[in-house]
């Protein structure tokens, strides 16, 4: 059965602080629809909008309402000490893992940098400590090659779980699995989910688990539901149409099962949330 993790929403106050409470309470309700895990502070989770100390509160609350999740913490950051510093932290916490970004501002370096930089993080490791490293070129502008792949498996094969791959290419995911048996693959794309199971990868994380973890849970099972993964495949498209942070918050707001505030800057609230819902609605009885 392969995997399923929320890339989860990281639930805010009025004002724009974290409300912990409501993330948990989030937790709880994901767990129940038969997730395997959560992402806190990843893409979704607007891990680079929040302040280092409120990442690190976000890992605390999230590692003390687990329950049965996994918790994979998003950690990247463009500074390497501030990466560093939040992946030891989340790792020592009780954290089963951290999903670091390649570094992605100052690209000059190229494949020596990017792996120079991930070889770096893991010297500084706990001895158990895991990693899993997040491709999504859509956002970093940066690859994570089989060059720097094989290099990091060559040095520190002990850190290296697996790989979540965003680039919304079903064909490099099927050639990350078959290259890297010995490493957990993970889409990000939920329009790919039933290929990616069907060529080998361990699971998904994915942002519209927060919204649709029943369709998901089914798809994952069985990934030959051409019929639910169609309908996954509109809801992905419809929460892209705005924005995902925003049209999945505005969901969440209106259905349950608990209020998680606006995004964070630069992301704009939803323009039409009722609108939003109403979409979700009319795609089909699996996203109910």
């Not at 893991?122 to 994570?144: F, R």
């Not at 089914?218 to 990934?223: E, G, V």
């Not at 995902?244 to 209106?254: F, G, M, P, R």
Request: net charge negative; charged share 15%.
């Amino acid at each position: 059965m392969a995997e399923l993790h929320a890339a989860i929403v990281t639930p805010t106050d009025a004002s724009g602080r974290f409300d912990a409470p409501a993330l948990q309470t989030l937790m709880r309700h994901l767990a129940a629809q038969g997730l395997d895990g959560v992402v806190p502070c990843g893409t979704t989770g607007e891990g680079p909008s929040f302040a280092l100390a409120e990442r690190k509160r976000i890992f605390d609350a999230a590692i003390a309402g687990r329950g049965s999740l996994t918790i994979v913490a998003g950690t990247g950051c463009q500074s390497f000490a501030e990466t560093a510093e939040l992946t030891v932290y989340a790792l020592t916490q009780g954290a089963d893992a951290a999903l670091v970004l390649p570094p992605f501002f100052y690209k000059q370096s190229g494949e020596a940098g990017v792996l120079a930089w991930y070889r770096a993080l893991c010297d500084v490791l706990p001895s158990n400590g895991k990693i899993i490293l997040y491709h999504i070129p859509p956002m970093t502008s940066v690859a994570i090659t089989p060059t720097v792949i094989d290099g990091l498996i060559a040095s520190h094969p002990q850190h290296i779980l697996g790989i979540k791959d965003s680039a919304v290419d079903a064909a490099h995911t099927a050639m990350l699995c078959s290259r890297y048996p010995q490493l957990r693959i993970y889409t990000g794309n939920a329009p790919l989910l039933g290929q990616a199971v069907i060529d080998g990868a361990a699971g998904s994380i994915l942002a519209i688990a927060n919204i649709v973890p029943r369709a998901l849970r089914m798809l994952s099972d069985d990934p030959t539901r051409h019929d639910v993964q169609h309908e996954v495949a509109a809801v992905d498209a419809l929460v892209r149409k705005v924005g995902a942070v925003s049209t999945i918050k505005a969901i969440l707001n209106q259905r349950g099962p608990v209020a998680v505030g606006q995004p964070l800057l630069p992301q704009l609230p939803h323009p039409d949330a009722a609108r939003a819902l109403a979409d979700l609605h009319q795609i089909g009885s699996f996203t109910q």
